[in-house]
C-alpha cells in the first residue's frame, strides 16, 4: 500500500483557515485520496476524496498538486468541532480489493 | 452523507464468554464491510474485509477463528469475539463501502468499546 505523511500536530484559531498537509509521493495512477477525521471515542468521518482534481464540498476543499505527490485539506473557517485527529488515505480500486490503511494522522488543535 | 450503524456501543464481558457486533449500512447496501480495531493512542488497525455471501478476508496476525465476521446480508456485518480475554479489549469500528461516483467511499459506525474482564 502506498504511504502517506502527515505532521504529528497542528495548530489553528477559531474562524481561521487551516491547512492540512499530506505527502504521498509513491502514489499511483489509479490510487485515490481519502481524508477521514475523528473525534475521540467516535468513528472515523468522511470529510472528502478525490484523483486528480480539486474538491470542494460542504465540510472541506482537496488540493491535489499537479503531480499528484502531495495534497492539502483546507478547512475554509475552523471552528472548534473542528479538532480532531484528520487522516489522509490513499485507496487503490483492484477488483473490489481496496481497502484503507490508517496511519498516525495530524492532531488538529483549535484554539477559541 | 451515508449512515452506518453498531450494535451494541459498548460492552462488557467476562473472560472467555463470545460477544457479537453488528454493523449495519441504514441507507445504502454494502456488498463489502471492513472490521478494525483501535487500541488507545493508536490509530484503526484493519482486521478483515467483509463480503456479502462470501468469506472474509482476513490482515496477517488476526485470527480468523477468534473474529468470526458474517455478512448475510447487504446491510449487515456481524463480528464475533469468541473466548473473549481482556488482551482483546478495544475499540471495534465498522465501516462499509458505497460505490458509484467517483471512486469507492467508506462510511463508518460509531464504534463499540468491548472491556473483557
Known amino acids: 500500500d502506498a504511504k502517506t505523511t502527515q505532521p504529528n500536530s497542528m495548530e489553528s484559531n477559531e474562524e481561521e483557515p487551516v491547512h492540512l498537509p499530506c505527502n504521498h509521493s509513491?502514489?499511483?495512477?489509479?490510487?485515490?485520496i481519502h481524508w477521514y477525521r475523528q473525534l475521540p471515542s467516535q468513528g472515523p468521518e468522511y470529510v472528502i476524496h478525490?484523483?486528480?482534481s480539486n474538491v470542494n464540498n460542504r465540510m472541506a476543499s482537496l488540493a491535489i498538486a499537479e503531480d499528484r505527490k502531495s495534497s492539502t485539506l483546507i478547512l475554509h473557517r475552523a471552528t472548534l468541532r473542528d479538532a480532531a485527529v484528520y487522516y489522509c488515505i490513499l485507496s487503490r480500486n483492484q477488483g473490489g480489493s481496496e481497502k484503507l490503511v490508517f496511519g498516525k494522522g495530524t492532531k488538529l488543535t483549535v484554539n477559541p | 452523507g451515508a449512515v452506518v450503524s453498531q450494535h451494541p456501543s459498548w460492552v462488557i464481558c467476562k473472560s472467555g464468554t463470545s460477544v457479537k457486533i453488528e454493523c449495519r449500512s441504514l441507507?445504502?447496501?454494502?456488498?463489502?464491510m471492513f472490521w478494525y480495531r483501535q487500541f488507545p493512542k493508536q490509530s484503526l488497525m484493519l482486521m478483515a474485509t467483509?463480503?456479502?455471501?462470501?468469506?472474509?478476508?482476513?490482515e496477517q496476525g488476526v485470527e480468523k477463528d477468534k473474529f468470526l465476521i458474517n455478512h448475510a446480508s447487504l446491510t449487515l456485518s456481524t463480528l464475533t469475539v469468541t473466548s473473549a480475554h481482556p488482551e482483546d479489549s478495544s475499540f471495534y469500528i465498522c465501516?462499509?463501502?458505497?460505490?458509484?461516483?467517483?471512486?469507492?467511499?467508506?462510511?463508518f459506525g460509531p464504534g463499540t468499546r468491548l472491556t473483557v474482564l
Open positions: 465501516s462499509a463501502r458505497r460505490t458509484g461516483g467517483l471512486g469507492n467511499t467508506q462510511y
Open positions: 478525490g484523483l486528480t
Open positions: 467483509s463480503n456479502e455471501g462470501s468469506k472474509a478476508t482476513y
Open positions: 441507507d445504502f447496501q454494502a456488498t463489502t
Open positions: 509513491t502514489i499511483s495512477g489509479t490510487d485515490y
